[in-house]
């Protein structure tokens, strides 16, 4: 009977290619009067001003640190697009950079998505095709050539489909309790020198700890621990070092601890009752602004120093949510809390989340959402990849991505057969990320340009 029921569904799956053929997205909408550079003055509406030039310094070092940076403009351009109808949570910002290590509850690692800034119900389809034009541009990047670029996208997009195929055929508590772990990874590659590689990366995300980061980041004042103003990337927010404007509530304040106390008890609130009784047994000993990202530059990102009876540290990091690109482009969900759409689209997609992920409404009003800084948490150095280790990395998101769509949809087996058992869709992506990618530098040529003729501000970043 399950089988039979799988078949049927995997049968109205197929059957909508007869209205949305996998051919089509290979293809998106030129939209008329498009302007890139409006759009990214835009999306720095809201930001800390002092902090937008860094933002754009970051964007400019290259076309893919570009498209970190502007989900917005391919949010705009995927409106009108190919789209089969089978809607999920999805990623919304779904690039090579956004996939990493970090530590269960359990303490155990696992490879997933670890940025849901963007989080929003839409098309399974358009993460897929942020992710495949990232693999382009992030090999065009190390100098691979388009031949291999277009081949890492496609095999990237095949992973999705056979791991697809395979999550439709679990069932729905096998699927949500399913983890990609190290173990896992290794398993998936015949590479002994990858696999050695994996093994020194999970060593290395295990040394990534409260207690390792507290020296690097804090001084001892008048016997107290404090964290080390360095701007731009690091400041407090409420003195000759802040960032923030005159008239910013949080620049005003004379202590930041005490303004910081109600939003830091309705944080508490949207925990689960053990979590709240553990967090009771650490004090707040500093706050400051944490610059993180490429995207997030600007928009308030906060670091609170919490300690235990035993002096040691928990690091807290408070991201500010503000709508998600997709929200213009995308029919709308009421969401009454933007930290509260950020958790619960990464609990939904993610094998397993932070233990301590929340949110909360700032002094100044502003939606944020909170997590641990620093947690056994590694990303992809892909600057150091060749070709066989960028090839296994992409596959392992193409994997986690199916993963992701599979547990939030429960469509996997409609989307199963849609993608079916040939490489039609795999082809149609690697056509359309090649071509958005071509895309994305035109684009980040006009933003070159608006810098140049002074119409962008700019500032470097740091070393």
């Known amino acids: 009977m399950a089988n039979e029921n799988r078949k049927l569904r995997q049968a109205a799956g197929k059957a909508i290619r007869d209205q949305v053929p996998r051919s089509a997205h290979a293809f998106w909408p030129q939209h008329r009067h498009r302007d890139p550079v409006a759009l990214i003055k835009a999306s720095s509406a809201g930001r800390v001003p002092a902090l937008v030039p860094l933002r754009y310094g970051r964007m400019q070092a290259s076309p893919f640190a570009f498209f970190r940076g502007t989900s917005l403009l391919q949010a705009f351009d995927l409106a009108g697009s190919a789209d089969t109808g089978l809607a999920t949570q999805i990623c919304g910002d779904c690039h090579l950079m956004n996939f990493g290590v970090y530590a269960t509850p359990e303490r155990n690692l696992v490879f997933d998505i670890n940025d849901f800034d963007e989080t929003h119900p839409g098309p399974w389809e358009w993460d897929i095709k942020r992710l495949a034009t990232s693999v382009v541009l992030a090999a065009r990047e190390r100098g691979f050539g388009d031949a291999k670029a277009r081949e890492l996208a496609q095999s990237m997009v095949q992973t999705y489909r056979i ?48 207690d390792r ?68 047994r650490y004090r707040m000993v500093d706050i400051a602004f944490k610059v993180v990202g490429v995207g997030s530059v600007g928009t308030r990102c906060l670091v609170i120093l919490l300690m235990d009876e035993h002096d040691q540290p928990l690091f807290l990091q408070l991201k500010e949510a503000r709508e998600s690109v997709l929200a213009s482009v995308l029919p709308q969900p009421v969401y009454p809390h933007q930290g509260e759409r950020v958790v619960s689209g990464q609990r939904l997609m993610q094998a397993s989340s932070d233990f301590f992920l929340g949110w909360m409404m700032g002094p100044s009003g502003r939606h944020f959402y909170v997590r641990q800084l620093r947690d056994m948490k590694l990303s992809a150095r892909l600057e150091t990849y060749d070709a066989d280790m960028l090839r296994a990395y992409v596959s392992s998101c193409g994997w986690t991505l199916a993963r992701a769509h599979a547990k939030a949809s429960g469509l996997s087996a409609e989307i199963a057969g849609y993608l079916g058992s040939s490489a039609a869709f795999d082809e149609a992506i690697a056509d359309y990320a090649m071509r958005y990618a071509d895309q994305t530098e035109a684009d980040y040529a006009l933003f070159k340009a608006a810098i140049a003729e002074g119409r962008l501000p700019v500032e470097l970043p740091e070393d």
Request: aromatic residues 4%.
């Open 213 to 280: 980061l507290l020296p690097k980041i804090t001084t001892e004042v008048d016997g107290t621990l404090k964290l080390v103003d360095n701007p731009p990337v690091i400041f407090h927010l409420n003195n000759e070092h802040s960032l923030l404007p005159d008239d910013d509530v949080m620049r005003q304040a004379a202590d930041m601890l005490d303004i910081m106390q109600p939003s830091y008890a309705q944080y508490l609130g949207t925990l689960q009752d053990d979590r709240r009784q553990l967090l009771s």
């Open 163 to 210: 791991r697809m195929a395979g999550y439709a055929r679990m069932s729905e508590l096998e699927l949500w309790c399913e983890k990609i772990g190290m173990e896992a990874l290794k398993d998936a590659v015949d590479d002994p020198a990858i696999v050695a590689k994996l093994d020194q990366s999970a060593a290395k995300a295990r040394k990534r700890t409260h």
